[in-house]
Nanobody, 121 residues
Framework: EVQLAESGGGLVQAGGSLRPSCAAS????????IGWFRHAAGKEREGVSC???????FYTDSVKGRFTVSSDNAKNTVYLQMNSLKPEDTAEYFC???????????????WGQGTQVTVSS
């Protein structure tokens, strides 16, 4: 069974950085794309970033230039480096494993349990 485990969230002041990680088990990163989603209280869930098995990366506009997604195949782990954090980045962050369609649409098939990121002003 595909399993994803996030860690590395926390509380940080605005302008600070965090690097949540997503450890994959029961599959290798060359089998799926890995997408990060976030869900803030009172808001709809939002796709944040995605990295394909080939290493292509995608970001939602609000995090471009601030967030960087990367993978370490040796550790079977994906990281989301988050810099210049803003209070509006506060949310629970989930990593997912899924399929990147050739049209650029990502479909998550498996979800981790989430890690909370809180940015204070």
């Amino acid at each position: 069974e595909v399993q994803l485990a996030e860690s590395g969230g926390g509380l940080v002041q605005a302008g600070g950085s965090l690097r949540p990680s997503c450890a994959a088990s029961e599959f290798t990163l060359d089998a799926y794309a890995i997408g990060w989603f976030r869900h803030a209280a009172g808001k709809e869930r939002e796709g944040v970033s995605c990295i394909t098995s080939g290493g292509s990366t995608f970001y939602t506009d609000s995090v471009k230039g601030r967030f960087t997604v990367s993978s370490d195949n040796a550790k079977n782990t994906v990281y989301l480096q988050m810099n210049s954090l803003k209070p509006e980045d506060t949310a629970e962050y989930f990593c997912t494993a899924g399929i990147m369609h050739y049209t650029g649409t990502y479909r998550p098939d498996y979800w981790g349990q989430g890690t909370q990121v809180t940015v204070s002003s």
